[in-house]
């Protein structure tokens, strides 16, 4: 079924559509000024209409018996466009909100990054209470999610205390080579049996990107590496030795507070890669089961046993690594609570340092959406029991809450959720997060991001295809270095 949102003129597309999609995740929705016939069957339309000074909201139901819904009218001031914006969301949040007779845990925010919110309030001096009272008024956040957005945004602080904005950087390195493509994933990632033999061009092509990098921010502090992918441990143990030597010759490491290889998958790591990684000071890996049940883990493509996972996670506690991160994703297709409580039964017996909970987000590229009807037969079910069983579990292990992000299509509507250790949390996953400091990301796919200001970001992206990559490498250098280097009023993001 589709839900069509008909404008007088286009504003607010993102924001409508967002919204819209958070009360019907598994509906088409499309939201334009454009008079288009719509050639699906209709849940309901409706049409809102820009005017001088105020919004007009009207709706009705699809087919000839179809009835006309509450409709809504309200003043807006259009030269504020932020509390424009806030005043459209929380008159369309309340007509969907009595349609439907749910409510949504986080309102009418379907930004990816909440905190960001009580982060800029803490560091204002604002008090909880403020804070509290700010997110219920604006947004109709809850009680317990405005709870756990402030939690997560002190914590996040405290350690970015640590952080040199003005001077420090991050750096990303994209692996895009995978064992296979996961049934939910719409990354860019390629199978390795595929790309086995140009993965050493690819590295040669990443090692250019590398240098250019690494004399263009020497002057800068690195404060985190981030290895990620793909799986970057698909790579051969002798390839993860030459990337991670060309990192340590090419770039001074002594600011670096945290260096993540994203070991990931279970069938692709070994005791060689990860002595590899031992031996060069990797500080922080993750082994990701996402599910501790194997019939799911087939359902969803993943090539490797629950016992794998046990394997490879004893593996690295022996050769001395005390800081693993663990993903698992509430929602996957056939899963109970009953499962979900199993795999974290089994977590906990294991004992990892950080745990990232996520909710299963069905994004357009993924397998599992575009073949959706293959998988009708299957529950696809996250809700905030599911979460707050992930936390009771967390806690269990002493581990708190210290990064949360949101993504499109999220099951239930919900969140993803770091927990971990005291001192062992992911630094770069906050900066990625709360975008206080340049992140130079390299290889196919990546994306640089710059920070001007508070509420000015800009983009540079690598083109995704690892062919194209390849040959390509000189042009994605000169477009970074137009990015990087540049004065800060000259900067404009550039997409591939």
Request: charge should be neutral.
């Amino acid at each position: 079924m589709m839900i069509t949102v008909k404008l007088n003129k286009p504003e607010f597309e993102y924001d409508i559509h967002s919204l819209i999609k958070a009360f019907y995740p598994g509906e088409t929705v499309r939201v334009t000024a454009e008079e288009k016939a719509c050639g699906e069957p209709l849940l309901w339309e409706m049409r809102i209409t820009y005017l001088p000074e105020r919004i007009r909201i009207i709706w009705r139901e699809s087919g000839d018996g179809g009835a006309v819904l509450p409709e809504c009218s309200f003043a807006v001031d259009f030269s504020d466009r932020a509390d424009t914006k806030n005043r459209l969301k929380q008159n369309l949040y309340q007509l969907l909100a009595g349609y439907t007779g749910r409510e949504l845990p986080w309102g009418t925010l379907t930004g990816i990054r909440p905190t960001k919110i009580p982060m800029k309030f803490l560091e204002q001096g604002k008090s909880r209470d403020e804070i509290r009272r700010y997110m219920k008024e604006t947004y109709g956040t809850s009680d317990e999610k405005t709870q756990l957005s402030i939690d997560i945004a002190e914590r996040e602080l405290e350690l970015l205390r640590k952080i040199d904005y003005q001077n420090g950087y991050s750096l990303y390195i994209g692996i895009p080579f995978c064992p296979t493509t996961c049934l939910y994933c719409s990354f860019t990632s390629y199978p390795l049996h595929a790309w086995a033999k140009r993965v050493d061009a690819y590295l040669d092509a990443l090692e250019r990107e590398l240098d250019f990098a690494a004399v263009k921010y020497a002057r800068k502090h690195l404060n985190a590496v981030y290895i990620g992918g793909g799986t970057p441990t698909t790579l051969e143990p002798y390839q993860l030795d030459r990337l991670i030597r060309k990192i340590k010759c090419s770039f001074d490491l002594s600011d670096c507070l945290e260096f993540t290889v994203e070991a990931g998958r279970p069938d692709s790591i070994t005791r060689e890669k990860l002595a590899v990684l031992r031996r060069h000071g990797v500080s922080r890996i993750s082994v990701n089961p996402q599910t501790m049940r194997e019939e799911t883990l087939r359902v969803i493509g993943r090539h490797h046993t629950v016992q794998q996972t046990i394997d490879s996670f004893h593996m690295a506690r022996e050769l001395g690594f005390d800081n693993i991160n663990m993903d698992l994703i509430m929602g996957l297709p056939g899963e109970t609570l009953s499962d979900v409580r199993e795999t974290l039964e089994r977590l906990c017996a294991l004992g990892p340092d950080n745990i990232t909970v996520h909710s299963l987000a069905l994004k357009r590229a993924a397998r599992l959406n575009m073949f959706r009807e293959d998988y009708r037969d299957y529950q696809m079910v996250n809700t905030q029991e599911h979460m707050d069983l992930a936390a009771d579990y967390a806690g269990k292990l002493g581990l708190l809450p210290y990064y949360l992000y949101r993504q499109k299509s999220m099951a239930g509507n919900l969140e993803n959720v770091g927990y971990a250790r005291p001192g062992k949390a992911g630094v770069y996953n906050i900066l990625i997060m709360e975008e206080k400091q340049d992140i130079v990301a390299l290889g196919a796919g990546s994306i640089s991001k710059r920070v001007i200001s508070d509420r000015q970001i800009r983009r540079c992206e690598n083109v995704k295809d690892v062919a194209q990559y390849i040959a390509r490498i000189g042009e994605m250098i000169e477009r970074k270095k137009r990015f990087l280097c540049s004065p800060c009023n000259e900067v404009s993001g550039e997409r591939l």
